[in-house]
């Protein structure tokens, strides 16, 4: 029995409240990942500009680069975390609008397979954007390593 028109089109919005939800957590990753490009940007200008005083450098700009030499690696990696998160987000709603467009092809195996596909796009982007966020926060005990009020490691 062939569904109906409605029922095809209910069929073909569900996938849509995934697309909804991926392009919320985008929106918020975007943003993230836009304040780390930033910042590597502001680190690289500071780390050329305290390289240019050669001997004039004092001992706090000497102490500065070394702090944004061991920094820049970390937050280069939140950067690459983030964009992979990015990426996985997009490829769910790639899965996700593949499989909107099977469904009245009558194709439901490959309806399946793509919103399956999907969903562990959403779970690898979610795997990375949580190894994000445990760098982050390290980031910040390194940068305020004496903040009397945290207990946690």
Not at 141 to 147: G, K, L, Q, V
Request: positive net charge.
């Amino acid at each position: 029995m062939q569904p109906s028109i409605a029922q095809l089109i209910v069929q073909m919005v569900s996938p849509a409240v995934m697309i909804s939800a991926c392009g919320l957590m985008l929106l918020t990753l975007g943003n993230k990942y836009a304040r780390v490009v930033d910042r590597l940007r502001l680190f690289g200008a500071e780390y050329r500009a305290l390289k240019k005083l050669g001997e004039t450098a004092t001992a706090i700009d000497t102490a500065r680069k070394r702090d944004l030499e061991t920094q820049f690696p970390h937050v280069f990696d939140r950067g690459r975390l983030l964009r992979n998160a990015v990426l996985f987000f997009y490829t769910a709603i790639l899965f996700y609008v593949g499989c909107s467009l099977t469904i009245p092809l009558g194709m439901p195996p490959v309806s399946l397979t793509l919103f399956c596909l999907g969903m562990a796009s959403v779970l690898v982007a979610t795997v990375f954007a949580w190894r994000e966020t445990l760098l982050s926060y390290r980031l910040i005990r390194h940068e305020a390593p004496d903040f009397p009020g945290d207990q946690e490691g």
